[in-house]
């Protein structure tokens, strides 16, 4: 079982739209897939029709993964489940601290998972707290969508600087854009001097389009409503990275 | 998961209006398929906890229970386990019905249908399956299967309450097996054994002649399937009871008046022979595999030859048969012999007014000891004719403990017919081999066979012969342990004469 986390300390980036079609590529591709979501607004769960659960269970999910393994329900598609937010994860930090400060508290309770699943995905919030460093442990690979701007860019190092600072392998970070507006020169020159930086970003970008947007009005991946968008192939074709990286 | 049977021709549309206020139910895709149970006449198949089913005329499926073991490509021709490619439903039909054919034995339309159900937010909560059988005479039988998602057993629940509320009460159970049935499957299954229903004090004359008559109508039942070929058992079932019938008419011919037994004796005589030619190309037939096995490969284009023949001769000699069988003047000499067997008793002898139970008893152990003395006179310079004679008399004892077996403690009598099979299997094969070495001798005399089917024939009767004798020279051992005191003290402990019976 492989874990992946789709994380950024930025708000906006298309966090959420890449785990739902992350998730549901990886299920398609015959991978039993669990999308977990960690982010307490509780976006990937609202596209899926999953509701939030009602019982306040944040204090249990760093106990046990039997815990985790309660609240697991299917979505709709074959391969996928997921593990619908609750508000309480806002309070993952203090929670956390509760159950000791070790880092790999949350790896710990994803690897009792690991009979049932091939992949784990987290949908993270965006934070730089305990919770993000939990996940810096537990995961094998941490997309990091970013769109071409300044702000993103800032992020992005902030980011990088952090692993090199705490120590942790900057291997796991795979970065690709999201929300590439082709006609914005600013876009472009971003996305040039920043695949020059850093040279793990892949060749596929996924572009600006109302099909993402619309995710939220069919409460489905897009590859349900808008089978031929170059947003669904985008998504595709950075699932095929994630597989390549991870399984082969 | 949890099933439901919903009665109706418009079951879905009924769940769909009842699950309206909280869910939505919708089809996503529907089948229409013809479903046809194969088996064969005794229903071995089905008798044994499974099922052979041809879907849509094309797979044929093999089921115990629930569980699917076997599932090929078919074709409408096959009918024998010997016609089935290579693989495991080939066992699981050799072990059921043997020469049996497995032959349409029910036929009716299934329809698949899967659907989902949402909750209000369009998310979906449980799949759903149905099956609904419709069979020739009842209205479909529908089976309703409803599968949560992972996460969503309350709903699954409140669905359940939902019907419960309307009266539909879950189902358990619903195997392929019990919903055609329900559909109006007939499943008439004939004991192994016909019982008499005999009572320990019937006068012997009638309880005779009502066995008789009744093992008659057994064997034409038979006489459908014998028509329509539909496999050599029929034939074989047929012959079977008309020579049963014989046997115990013979057996208690001081029963009957002389005029009657007469007349009984030549009608059962002709209506056996009837069969006799049929079934030796049968028994020949049947036995291709052991025979081509039997001779070096150079023999096997000649036998090939020779059973070309003998199975365009067979095809001649069915048709004679069933002209004959189904001939007028037959079955009017049937009806005739039925007829004879249904009319009161003449009480004409001194016999035919004693209770049959002790006479039974007494005919056992007299046909026990004569078997015995016959067969101890045997050694291995008597001739084969002896050896035939004791076959008979060995058949003629267990015709008659098993015919009987009803008026005896449970189990008794099937623990002396276990004892008296290894003589008489021994008696069987000896004869069986001596029948088919007459039957391949006579037919090497009718002239016009090649070369190569002339030594086919030479081998195979070489062959038999040393496989008859072999058989001849256990004879003598299989008696001895037969007559064995521990054997006929079981035999006086169970038949000797009771004398509160007396």
């Known amino acids: ?42 976006a990937s769960s609202y596209y899926f029709r999953i509701k939030p659960t009602e019982k306040n269970w944040g204090k249990r999910f760093l106990k046990a993964y039997g815990q985790v393994l309660k609240q697991i329900k299917a979505s709709d598609y074959e391969n996928l489940d997921l593990v619908p937010a609750h508000r309480s994860f806002r309070h993952f930090d203090t929670l956390l601290d509760a159950v000791g400060k070790r880092k790999n508290r949350l790896r710990q309770v994803l690897k009792g998972l690991k009979d049932e699943y091939d992949l784990v995905l987290l949908d993270c919030p965006p934070t730089f707290s305990r ?77 600006y389009s109302t099909d993402v947007e619309k995710m939220g009005v069919y409460r489905a991946p897009i590859d349900i409503f808008a089978r031929r968008s170059q947003a669904n192939s985008s998504y595709r074709a950075i699932w095929k990275v994630v597989e390549t990286t991870l399984f082969h | 998961m949890k099933s439901w049977k919903i009665a109706g021709e418009t079951h879905l549309a009924t769940l769909t209006e009842l699950l309206s206020a909280d869910f939505q139910f919708s089809i996503e895709h529907s089948d229409q398929l013809q479903l046809t149970v194969l088996d064969d006449f005794d229903w071995h198949i089905w008798r044994s906890g499974c099922l052979l089913v041809r879907r849509a005329e094309r797979q044929l499926q093999f089921y115990r229970g629930r569980d699917l073991l076997a599932e090929l490509e078919t074709s409408p021709n096959w009918r024998f386990w010997w016609q089935l490619p290579k693989g495991e439903l080939v066992g699981l039909v050799q072990q059921r019905l043997g020469v049996r054919a497995f032959v349409p034995r029910y036929r009716c339309q299934l329809v698949t249908t899967a ?43 409140h669905i359940s309450r939902i019907l419960g509320s309307a009266g539909i009460r879950p189902a358990t159970g619903d195997d392929l097996r019990s919903l055609l049935l329900e559909s109006g499957m007939p499943v008439s299954v004939l004991p192994a054994k016909p019982t008499f229903e005999l009572a320990a004090q019937e006068l012997a004359e009638s309880a005779v002649l009502r066995m008789a008559a009744l093992l008659v109508e057994l064997a034409r039942q038979q006489e459908a399937g014998l028509l329509a070929d539909i496999d050599s058992e029929f034939t074989h079932q047929y012959r079977i009871n008309i020579r049963k ?35 030796d190309l049968d028994v020949f037939l049947l036995a291709h595999d052991d025979y081509v096995n039997m001779l070096p490969e150079d023999f096997t284009p000649g036998l090939k030859q020779l059973f070309d023949r003998i199975k365009r001769r067979r095809v001649q000699v069915l048709k004679q048969t069933v002209t004959r069988i189904s001939s007028d003047a037959y079955q009017a000499r049937t009806a005739e012999l039925l007829d004879l067997l249904r009319a009161p008793a003449d009480l004409a002898t001194r016999q035919a007014g004693l ?121 003598e051992a299989n008696i001895a342990t037969f007559a064995a005191a521990a054997v006929a003290g079981r035999f006086q402990q169970l038949f000797a004469a009771d004398p509160q019976e007396k």
């Not at chain 1, 971003?190 to 040279?199: C, E, N, P």
């Not at chain 2, 759903?128 to 629940?157: C, H, M, T, W």
């Not at chain 2, 195979?460 to 004798?469: D, T």
């Open chain 1, 1 to 42: 079982m492989k874990i992946v986390a789709c994380y950024s300390t930025k708000g906006g980036v298309g966090k959420t739209a890449s785990s739902v079609n992350l998730a549901y590529w990886a299920a398609r591709s015959g991978y039993k897939t669990l999308l977990i979501d960690l982010d307490p607004q509780g």
């Open chain 2, 355 to 475: 209770p049959i139970k002790p006479l039974v008893s007494k005919k056992v152990l007299s046909q026990y000891r004569q078997l015995c003395r016959d067969g101890l006179a045997i050694d291995s310079r008597t001739a084969d004719e002896a050896v035939h004679a004791l076959r008979i008399e060995s058949k003629k004892l267990r015709y008659l403990l098993e015919l009987f077996a009803e008026l005896y403690p449970k189990g008794q009598i099937k623990q002396l017919v276990a004892l008296l099979k290894g003589l008489q299997d021994n008696l069987g094969r000896f004869n069986d081999f001596s029948v088919q070495a007459e039957f391949l001798r006579e037919y090497a005399q009718r002239g016009r066979l090649s070369t190569a089917q002339q030594a086919g024939i030479s081998g195979l009767v070489a062959v038999l012969f040393n496989r008859q004798r072999k058989e001849r020279s256990q004879v």
């Open chain 2, 245 to 279: 019938a014989r046997s115990l008419l013979s057996l208690f011919k001081k029963c009957l008046s002389a005029e009657r037994w007469q007349r009984l004796k030549v009608a059962l005589k002709e209506i056996g022979s009837a069969t006799n030619l049929l079934r």
């Open chain 1, 131 to 207: 919770l993000a460093e939990n996940i810096f442990t537990a995961a094998d690979l941490i997309l990091v969508p970013v769109i071409p701007t300044t702000l993103s860019e800032r992020s992005f190092a902030q980011l990088n600087r952090f692993f090199k600072e705490k120590d942790y392998h900057h291997k796991k970070l795979l970065p690709f854009f999201t929300m590439v507006d082709i006609r914005k020169n600013l876009h472009r020159e971003t996305a040039l001097s920043m695949r020059k930086r850093y040279k793990r970003f892949p060749k596929y970008a996924i572009p």
């Open chain 2, 115 to 157: 659907g989902v159900i949402r909750n209000d937010d369009e998310k979906i909560v449980a799949r759903l399956q149905s099956r609904s059988f419709f069979g020739a005479e009842n209205g479909p039988v529908n089976s309703v299967e409803i599968v949560p998602l992972r996460g969503y057993q309350k709903d699954l629940q």
